[in-house]
């Protein structure tokens, strides 16, 4: 009975929630089915870009995001992320607390001030599976950054190269310490079809 009641109430529960965040959420962010999305993540448009979350997408407290962003099926962020325009995570990645992913670079100026006033924001891209430790930085630089497939970056790593799939690397810039076996390609506890699996397209 217990069961069958569940069974019942599950769709509608999740409906309720949807709902909610919907209601909270400004109107330029779109979100999947089982999002979970803290009150206080502050979430801006660039131009009026938009921001994408996959299904069963999670962040905690006081993050920023900063669009256009796109986020892949099951990937977190942990408290005080703090993601820039023109970025790109893919499925299954994990942010610890207080990662920063900053595409904004300026060229060096040559009148009154070193800091250019131009910006641009070249694109970094997160694939499948990256998991990035604690406080670490992604820096785009000029032609942007790639964090290859099932990759790990140790906390605290300033990351100023394009990082190989299933490479672990850290330190300050950071450097590649070791090579990982290849990731699965789907975990073999959860049957996930492959199409809520993408990266969602901007």
Known sequence: MRARLRKI?????????????????PDFVTFGEGC?????VVF????????VLGDLVRIRRHSELCGP??????????????????VRIGDWVTLG???????DHHEIGTVRSRRSSSVTYPEIIIENGVW??????????RNGRRIGRGAVIGAGSVVVNDV?????WAGNPARQLRQLEPLLDE???????????????R
């Open 187 to 201: 975990p073999p506890s959860i049957g996930t079809p492959p199409a809520r699996r993408r990266v969602p397209e």
């Open 44 to 51: 801006k448009p660039h131009d009026g870009a938009k921001i």
């Open 36 to 40: 979970t999305i803290d009150r206080t």
């Open 164 to 168: 190989p799939p299933d490479t672990v």
């Open 69 to 86: 962003i796109t986020i892949g099926y099951r990937s977190r962020m942990n408290r005080n992320a703090y993601i820039r325009p023109n």
């Open 9 to 25: 109430l599950k769709p509608l529960v999740l409906r309720w929630r949807r709902v909610r965040l919907r209601r909270r959420l």
């Open 97 to 103: 607390a207080f990662v920063r992913v900053v595409t």
């Open 132 to 141: 990035i430790g604690t406080g670490a930085t992604i820096l785009g630089g």
